[in-house]
Every structure is written in C-alpha cells, then in structure tokens.
C-alpha cells in the first residue's frame, strides 16, 4: 500500500513537472535572449552560431521527449521515477550550454560583464528552480551544473575579482538549496495530503454508491438499519486503525420498554420508537455521526474522531431532548419517572487499540447493563483502563472514577 501511495505521489510530481514545460523553455530563450545581447559586442559572430546551434539542438531534444511524455500520458505502466530523470537530465544540457557561455565571460576577463552574466545566471537559476519545486533531482540538475563550473571559471581566470564573486554566489546558491528543499518538503506533504484527501473522498463516495444500491433503511422508524450498523462500525473501525483516529460508540436502550409495550399496546409502542428515533436522527446532523437502530429497543450512535468526553456530552443532550418529549410511561421502572427514558453505555476506540469490532460493541452493551444496575436513565462509559484481566468484566466499572463513570438522573418531580 506504501508502495502505491508513492507511486502516485510520483507520478503527480512528474506530472506537474512537465506541466511547467512551457514556462522553463520561455525563460530557457529570454536568458539565452539576455546572454547574446549582453556578450554581443566581445564575440564573434561564428561563436555566437555555434553557441546557438547548440541550444536548438537540445531545444529539439526536449520537445521530442515532452511530446513523447504526452503521448503515453494515460499510461498506467509508465515507469514516472524514469521521466524524472528524463526531465532533470534535459535541463542540465540546457544548463551546460549556459555553463559555457557564462565561463567563456569569464574567461575574457571583463569585470562589467561578469557581473552581469552572474545576475542573468541568478536570476535563470532562480526561475527555473521555483518551476521545478516538486523535484528535488530537477533542482540539483538546475543549480550545481549552472553555478560550479562558472564558480570554477571565475576562480581560475579572474582570481583577482572571481574570488569573492565565486564565493558570494556559492553562498546564494547553498542558502536558496536549503529553502527550496524545505519548500519541497513542506510541498511534496501538501501533494500526499491532498492524495490522501482526494482517496478518501473516491472511498467515501464510493460507500455512499454502494449504501444506496442496497437497503439499509429501517422501516418502521425510517432511520437507518442494522445491517447499516454492521457495514459501517466494520468501515470505521478499520479507517481508524489505519489513520489513527479515535471511535466513540454509543448504545441507546430505552429504559422498561417491554412493560411500555405491554400497557400501552405494539401499535402506541411503534409510535414511540419512531418518535424517539426521529428524536435522535435529528441531532445526529455532523459529517462522520451515523444513527441507527441496534436491535427492539435500541439504537446505536456511531461517532468518528470523536472521544468519550465529547461522546458523553453529545448523549447528554440526546437524553435531555428525550425528557423534553415528555412521552408517557406509567409502567417506567425509572424512580419518581412516569414518562421514557434512556440509558446510555458509551465505548471508545482509541489510537493503538487491537480490540475489534465485537468487542467494541459487547463493551457499549456491558456499559448499558452497568446503566441498568445503577438505576437506568443515565449514561455509562466502558472503562477499559480498569479491566486487569479479559475475564474479569465486574471491575470494568469504577463508580468514583470520571469521566468513566456518568450517572445522570433528573431530579424529582
């Protein structure tokens, strides 16, 4: 998989670079527009011919292999780390060709000229090397073969003057490598993210596609179902994992239900459930929450990126909105309560976690049974730091320990 991403990393920096073609060869002829202008008066026409021979000669090179490079563009075999090397050879001819010019200045030794040679030779450098941010063999391909054998001229035919030049322009040249590199770390970071990013999107819409060609609607409270639950705590537990986010599950059972459904009748019983699950559908309106239904008289909440502090305090308002509803329950084992309730038991998958998804939901479900012996209509968390051992389930609890422990009850009426 490391190895795929990097190949796409690759093949968008390739890309990208070729992309900017057109802008490296329009600074290619404005330099080497530059560069006979300024050197015209001190050479021959004959060494201005050959010069320029050699410049369309690796011109011609270039276009040959950038129309071949567009020509296998949709290939998927091409190997992108070998045009690459292409690209970053082409541009050192076209710097050697520079090279030649810019040392043959300082070979005759005139100090007006030197000086503007080196600024043409910076200002080439620079621009070529902002067009080649993403590569960093284009970059070393750019500089070193541009700048060290004209350090070398000046030092050898112009000691005098070349000294302090040759030095100055291998500082410039060291300090602006450092922060192009730099760049190119903090953008080569930028490409993987938005990769990442733009996977994640094909990966999200991608499920939606696929959730909405199946069933996954609950019909009786129009909410989404338990085979929706199943497909997506799978999903999102395995997306954890591998990104290193945090999971919050959350188990919603409404408290005495069967007695609700023996006083009031299944018809009144299905009414409420479909209340109670509109109830909880709309305040579950974020990106990454997903309400479902769990089982007869439960649902589940399963919220990504989420920790139990959030988690806890996100059902808290679920609870109170419930209270709110004020739907009636004289059967409600509930003390001094005559109307539903819920209990809440809360598991959270963390970063670094191996538990898998059966027992992420056997702790939300151990969680709600604690709810219950503490005397229903509260919300209770899985305390997983507290279990000394996998069979040793009853201290999974500490009644003084928050926020693993939350028992909220209204007061009396």
């Not at 082409?90 to 000229?113: D, E, G, H, M, R």
């Not at 733009?198 to 085979?227: C, H, P």
């Not at 399963?302 to 419930?322: C, D, H, W, Y």
Request: proline share 2%.
């Amino acid at each position: 998989m490391t190895k795929l991403a990097n190949e796409e990393t690759t093949q968008s920096r390739v890309v990208a670079l070729f992309g900017t073609y057109a802008s490296a060869m329009a600074v290619h002829f404005l330099v080497a527009a530059a560069l006979i202008f300024t050197i015209r008066p001190i050479v021959t026409a004959n060494l201005i011919y050959n010069w320029g021979a050699a410049f369309t000669a690796v011109l011609v090179l270039s276009l040959i292999l950038k129309s071949m490079f567009n020509s296998k563009v949709s290939d998927t075999k091409r190997n992108f780390s070998k045009w690459e090397n292409i690209y970053a050879i082409v541009n050192i001819l076209f710097c050697l060709v520079f090279t030649v010019a810019y040392s043959y200045v300082a070979y005759i030794q005139s100090t007006t000229l030197l000086i503007t040679v080196t600024v043409i030779l910076v200002m080439q450098v620079s621009c070529l090397i902002v067009l080649s941010l993403n590569s960093r063999k284009t970059i070393l391909g750019i500089s070193l073969p541009t700048v060290l054998p004209f350090c070398g001229a000046l030092v050898y035919f112009t000691p005098s003057f070349g000294n302090e030049l040759a030095v100055s322009l291998g500082l410039f040249t060291l300090i602006f490598l450092a922060l192009t590199f730099n760049i190119n770390r903090v953008f080569n970071i930028a490409v993987e993210s938005n990769q990442k990013l733009t996977k994640e999107v094909k990966q999200n819409e991608q499920l939606r596609i696929k959730l909405e060609s199946n069933s996954f609607i609950d019909l009786a409270t129009n909410i989404y179902n338990r085979r929706f639950f199943d497909l997506m705590i799978d999903e999102k537990i395995r997306r954890a994992k591998r990104v290193g986010n945090n999971l919050s599950l959350a188990i919603i059972e409404l408290d005495f239900f069967d007695e609700y459904r023996s006083h009031y009748g299944q018809e009144k019983a299905s009414k409420c459930m479909q209340r109670i699950a509109n109830i909880l559908s709309n305040a579950t309106h974020r990106g990454g929450e997903y309400m479902t239904c769990f089982d007869d008289n439960k649902f589940a909440l399963i919220a990504s990126n989420v920790p139990t502090k959030e988690a806890v305090a996100f059902t808290g308002k679920m609870r109170q909105l419930i209270d709110e509803a004020d739907i009636e329950h004289r059967t409600s084992g509930v003390d001094n309560v005559e109307k539903i309730t819920v209990s809440v038991g809360i598991s959270e998958f963390q970063p670094g976690n191996i538990i898998d998804v059966d027992e992420i939901i056997l702790q939300a479900l151990f969680a709600v049974e604690t709810a219950h012996t503490v005397g229903h209509n509260n919300i209770q968390v899985y305390d997983y730091k507290n279990i000394k051992t996998s069979s040793a389930k009853t201290t999974a609890f500490n009644s003084s320990t928050k926020p693993y422990l939350v028992s909220e009850r209204p007061r009396s009426a």
